[in-house]
C-alpha cells in the first residue's frame, strides 16, 4: 500500500503538479527534554536564545502531548500519527538486541512528504529498529545519519556500560573523552555502521551541519528535515570548545549547545531566503528523567518527570513558526504529537494517501491561529503500553495500579488540569459521576485500537 501510494504520487509529479510553492518542514525533536527547560517555557537558568526566537516568530502551545513517556513509542506516534499501540511499538523501548522495530508497511511522515516529492532526510536518533527494514531509509526518507538508539545503548548486546546514575554521570562529564572509552554506542549512515564508537561530544553538531548541507543541496526544491537529536538524553556531552567542566551545569550546557545548534539553521534559511516558506517545529519526545537530578532536566511546574503518565512525563514545550502561523503567538488548547502527521498534511493542501487508520486529526487552523483544537481528548498508556487514563477537556483521569506487598491496588485519580496544573488534588471523591464516565470512555477508546492494532516488524 505504501509503495503504490508513493508511485500514485510520483505520476502526478512527473506530470503536472508543481512543488515550487509547497512549504519546507524542518522538525527538530530532542529527548528527555522536560517543559521547564526553556527560556520561553519558563526557565530562569537555561538560556535559550535560538529557540525563544522560534517562539517571538511564531506560536508556543502550552498544553502539547506526546503519546508515552519514553521513547520508542513516543517516536513511532509522531511519524504514524498514530497511539503506538496501534502500531504495535508500545511496549516500552528498543534496545540493540531488540528484534522488532517500526513496520515499513506503516506510512510515516518521511513516505508523505516523499510521495509528494519532496527530499526527505533524518539526521539524529531514530530509535524505532536498527535492523535495515526498520531504519528512516525503509521509512520514506532518502538518507539517515545517526545513533539508531538510545546514546546510553552498547553495540551489540548493550552489555559493558559504566557506572549509571547521577554520580556515574559527573564521572562521565569530568572526562570528555570517555565517550570513546567507556562506550560503544554505533553511528549509522543510510543502513550501514560507520562509527563505534560515535563521538558524542560533536553528534549535536555533526547532525545539525548535516541538516545545513541538506538545505543548502535542496532550497531550491522543497524538503523535510527530521533532526531528532540524541541530547539531553544521557550521557550528556559537548564539543570540548564550548564545554563547562562543572557538573552541575552539564544538562545546562547541553540545552544551551543545542540552542547555538539551532540558531545556525535559523541563520542558514535567513542566509538562503527561505525563511517564510519554511516551518520549523521544536519539541521534545518526552518529560524529563529526573532521577539524573543535575543530568536531567525540569518538568516546570508538572508532576513527576520521564517514564510516569502525569503532566511532567507527557507534556512537552512546543513552538513553531513559518507561512501563516501568528508571531508571538501563545495558546493553552490541547495537541499532541499524534496530530502533527495529518496537520503537516493540511498545511501543505495534499491529504494522506494512506488506508491505515490513523488517531491524529488536523490542527491547522489551531496552528494558524484561525480555530480551535479540534481534539478534546487524549489517552495516556504507561511506557509499557498499558492503558492508565484519558483526558477530556479540563478533567484528567488515571487508574493506577500498584503493588502493595503481595497484592496489586487500584489507585484512582481525577485532576482538574485547570484549577490544578500541578496534579496535587485527588478530586474523584467529589465528582464519582466524571470517575464513572471517562473510566467507560478510556475503556472504550482503548479496545479499539486494541481490536485494530496492527503488528510491528518481526525479525525472522
Request: proline residues 6%.
Amino acid at each position: 500500500m505504501k509503495l503504490f501510494s508513493i508511485y500514485i504520487c510520483s505520476l502526478l509529479i512527473f506530470g503536472s503538479f508543481c512543488l515550487a510553492e509547497k512549504p519546507n518542514f524542518i522538525l527538530i525533536f530532542t529527548d528527555d527534554q522536560g517543559y521547564g527547560d526553556l527560556s520561553c517555557f519558563g526557565s530562569t537558568k537555561i538560556k535559550t536564545p535560538n529557540i525563544d526566537r522560534i517562539a517571538k516568530e511564531g506560536r508556543k502551545l502550552t498544553n502539547f502531548m506526546v503519546a508515552s513517556p519514553v521513547c520508542t513509542p513516543s517516536r513511532a506516534a509522531l511519524l504514524t500519527g498514530c497511539y503506538p499501540k496501534r502500531v504495535g511499538m508500545h511496549q516500552h523501548v528498543l534496545f540493540p538486541a531488540s528484534k522488532k522495530g517500526l513496520n515499513p508497511s506503516e506510512y510515516t511522515m518521511g513516505d508523505y512528504f516523499k510521495s509528494l516529492g519532496y527530499a526527505t532526510a533524518c539526521f539524529g536518533k531514530w530509535h524505532l529498529g536498527h535492523h535495515r527494514e526498520t531504519l528512516p531509509v525503509s521509512n520514506g526518507f532518502d538518507t539517515y545519519y545517526g545513533i539508531p538508539y538510545s546514546n546510553d545503548m552498547n553495540y551489540p548486546d548493550n552489555k559493558g556500560k559504566p557506572k549509571g546514575g547521577a554520580d556515574g554521570m559527573d564521572i562521565l562529564w569530568a572526562d570528555p573523552g570517555s565517550t570513546l572509552t567507556k562506550w560503544k554506542t554505533p553511528l549509522f549512515e543510510d543502513d550501514k555502521m560507520i562509527e563505534l564508537p560515535v563521538d558524542q561530544r560533536t553528534i549535536t553538531r555533526r547532525c545539525t551541519t548535516k541538516s545545513i548541507n541538506f538545505i543548502r543541496k535542496n532550497a531550491e526544491k522543497s524538503f523535510f528535515v527530521y533532526l531528532p537529536h540524541s541530547m539531553p538524553h544521557i550521557p550528556l556531552y559537548v564539543p570540548d570548545e564550548v564545554r563547562d567542566p562543572d557538573p552541575k551545569n552539564a544538562y545546562i550546557n547541553t540545552i544551551e549547545h543545542i540552542d547555538a545548534e539551532v540558531g545556525r539553521i535559523l541563520r542558514t534559511l535567513d542566509e538562503l531566503k527561505i525563511a517564510k516558506k519554511t516551518y520549523v517545529i521544536y519539541t521534545t519526545d518526552n518529560g524529563p528523567w529526573l532521577s539524573f537530578r543535575h543530568h536531567g532536566g525540569s518538568a516546570g511546574p508538572l508532576r513527576d518527570g520521564k517514564g510516569t503518565t502525569f503532566e511532567g512525563g507527557q507534556r512537552v514545550p512546543f513552538v513553531i513558526r513559518g507561512p501563516g502561523i501568528p508571531k508571538g503567538s501563545i495558546t493553552t488548547e490541547l495537541l499532541g504529537t499524534i496530530d502533527l502527521l495529518p496537520t503537516f498534511a493540511s498545511m501543505v493542501g495534499q491529504n494522506l494517501t494512506t488506508e491505515n487508520k490513523i488517531d491524529g486529526l488536523d490542527a491547522k487552523g489551531l496552528l494558524m491561529g484561525t480555530e480551535k483544537s479540534p481534539r478534546n481528548e487524549f489517552l495516556y498508556y504507561t511506557s509499557r503500553g498499558e492503558i492508565e487514563g484519558i483526558r477530556q477537556g479540563k478533567w484528567k483521569f488515571l487508574k493506577k495500579m500498584k503493588r502493595k506487598k503481595q497484592n496489586v491496588v487500584e489507585e484512582s485519580m481525577l485532576f482538574d488540569l485547570i484549577a490544578d496544573l500541578g496534579e496535587s488534588k485527588n478530586l474523584v471523591s467529589e465528582n464519582p459521576k466524571m470517575v464513572e464516565k471517562l473510566n467507560a470512555r478510556m475503556i472504550e477508546l482503548d479496545k479499539e485500537i486494541t481490536a485494530n492494532a496492527r503488528s510491528p516488524w518481526l525479525l525472522e
